[in-house]
């Protein structure tokens, strides 16, 4: 029987649905703030979701004090400092964020600075946490994500902080704004969202509340993954998409760093390539690993990727295997998108080594740089399939 552990903490508010957009007015005024700032990046203003945003705000009598669009691929202590003078220069009160990954990643840096008021943000990476709560946040996801947007951590520089005070206070899931660029970026969004979704679920510490959003992600992934690589701009499924990935997010981050997103994370540092895509070719390994290590994930893995009429025609014991092939079936579906093999990467032994030595230090990763190895090992092998 499962030890059961009701700690979880979950700080945003998620609005999601028709005219999403229109709420974030109402989310600032009960934050007490009047004049946000936007930062996003150069790709999502290409495509005009700063307009977008602009036309949501037309009737709220909420000013815009600005739009920060210097961000691209890298998430940069320089961007966060930018974006803070100009948050101070134009008197604004928030921040609202369009876009995941680096976007989401300066925005919180740039809240620090300007809720602490310093131009100093070493200091947080050095020893010295957040102390205080920090300016409204909300953040609205669009096209790719890393699957950390709705937690408690951001990556700067190649440096990673983790504090509650991260949280975004609000989440705006609009489907004006969800659609993906593409079919890979769909595909690596919804890696990332599996990745967590899991790492939920092989968590040690058992809670119902982080479990009911794992499977809510899970289970919104099962419905529409497919649908949404195959159409990538399809805002139905784009949304769906979108809602996984935030439950997932939240779930991953009330639970321990998993083996494929630590050592993903480090790859992604040391060669630049997507985290998303060292998910799909580590997860079946890593899940062979992890059931030979610890026994295979409960009954909610299959009952998530499969629905209720596939775990009630499987047999007990029978069914925590067969949710590790359901979920391993999803992986599949982002085929073609997404390369294979490590082999395929061309990256050499010593970096992956590096890799596995870097995740095996972090202080929150409750893996060896062996057991990374290993990962490594039996996915050059072929193991997990």
Not at 28 to 51: F, M, Q, Y
Not at 95 to 116: C, E, F, K, T, Y
Not at 326 to 333: H, R, T, W
Request: hydrophobic residues 40%; aromatic residues 6%; contains cysteine.
């Amino acid at each position: 029987m499962q030890n059961l552990h009701y700690e979880f903490y979950s700080q945003p508010k998620i609005t999601s649905g028709a005219c999403a957009l229109e709420s974030i007015p109402t989310e600032l005024a009960s934050n007490d703030a009047h004049k946000p700032l936007v930062i996003t990046g150069r790709e999502h203003t290409r495509r005009g979701l700063d307009k977008t945003l602009i036309r949501a705000f037309a009737d709220s009598g909420c000013p815009l004090g600005g739009i920060f669009d210097e961000i691209r691929d890298y998430a940069g202590i320089s961007l966060a400092r930018q974006a803070a003078v100009l948050f101070a220069e134009r008197g604004c009160d928030a921040i609202v964020a369009v876009g995941g990954g680096p976007v989401a990643d300066v925005a919180r840096a740039a809240n620090l600075l300007v809720s602490h008021d310093t131009q100093d943000l070493f200091q947080f990476f050095n020893g010295s946490p957040p102390g205080k709560r920090l300016k409204p946040f909300i953040h609205i996801p669009a096209c790719c994500t890393n699957g950390s947007e709705s937690g408690k951590t951001i990556t700067v520089d190649n440096r990673r902080l983790t504090s509650n005070f991260l949280y975004p206070d609000a989440i705006i899931l609009d489907k004006r704004m969800t659609a993906a660029c593409t079919r890979r970026c769909a595909a690596q969004s919804a890696l990332t969202t599996m990745d967590n979704a899991v790492t939920a679920f092989l968590d040690g510490e058992h809670s119902p509340m982080k479990d009911a959003f794992a499977h809510a992600g899970v289970g919104f992934a099962a419905a529409s993954l497919k649908k949404a690589i195959k159409r990538p701009k399809n805002r139905k499924h784009s949304l769906a998409m979108a809602n996984a990935g935030v439950m997932a997010g939240i779930a991953a981050a009330n639970a321990a760093p998993g083996v494929v997103r630590g050592l993903a994370e480090e790859l992604e540092k040391i060669t630049g390539i997507a985290r998303g895509v060292f998910i799909r070719i580590f997860t079946p390994a890593a899940l062979a690993w992890m059931t030979q290590k610890t026994g295979p994930p409960g009954d909610d893995l299959l009952l998530a990727a499969g629905g209720m009429a596939v775990y009630a025609k499987t047999p007990e014991q029978q069914r925590p295997q067969k949710g590790v092939e359901m979920f391993l079936a999803l992986l599949d579906e982002t085929r073609g998108q997404i390369p294979e093999t490590l082999s395929s990467l061309h990256i050499p032994a010593y970096r992956l080594e590096k890799a596995c030595v870097h995740a095996g230090s972090r202080k929150d990763f409750p893996f060896s740089p062996q057991d990374c190895l290993e990962i490594i090992k039996q996915t050059q092998k072929g193991g997990g399939r």
